[in-house]
């Protein structure tokens, strides 16, 4: 194995604990977060439900907040999956199309209400490889679907 690879690999376990040592941070009323790079993780009690990795913490969480199908994309997923709704780049079926259905704005509107109850755990990481490798890392440990990992 590449000594660089796995080198980062050592790592992963050490940070893992890190991430799960952060205080839970409720969602409501908005936390005010750091600006920077993170992976982060949403919770229901001890139940970690996405996984996720940005740029910018506190534009990414107001994202997923924000009530748009645009930014708010645990939510928009996670619609689409209780409706058995698979992706589709096809005009005119997008998530605009989607969003304006009311079977699927309601079940967009569950779960941004469900996500509003959770809590956030995060790790700042700034290294870009380091943050794919740890939020790949935390999904498989944490036991959340890995679509984000899927091809488009």
């Known amino acids: 194995m590449n000594a660089q690879f796995q080198e980062r690999c050592d790592t992963l376990p050490d940070k893992f604990a890190e991430l799960m040592q952060c205080p839970p941070h409720?969602?409501?009323?908005?936390?005010?977060?750091?600006?920077?790079?993170?992976v982060y993780a949403f919770f229901e009690g001890d139940t970690c439900v996405y996984v996720g990795r940005t740029r910018n913490l506190q534009n990414r969480i107001r994202?997923?907040?924000s009530n748009s199908h645009y930014s708010e994309t645990f939510a928009f997923k996670e619609a689409r999956s209780k409706l058995g709704l698979s992706a589709t780049y096809r005009k005119g079926e997008g998530r605009g199309f989607l969003f304006n259905q009311p079977e699927f704005q309601s079940e967009f509107q569950a779960q941004r209400q469900r996500l509003e109850g959770a809590t956030l755990r995060f790790l700042s990481i700034q290294n870009e490889?380091?943050?794919y490798l740890f939020e790949l890392y935390a999904a498989l440990e944490l036991g959340t679907p890995l679509i984000e990992f899927d091809t488009h």
């Open 63 to 65: 994202g997923h907040l």
């Open 129 to 131: 490889i380091d943050q």
């Open 26 to 38: 409720p969602l409501t009323p908005r936390p005010k977060l750091i600006k920077g790079p993170a």
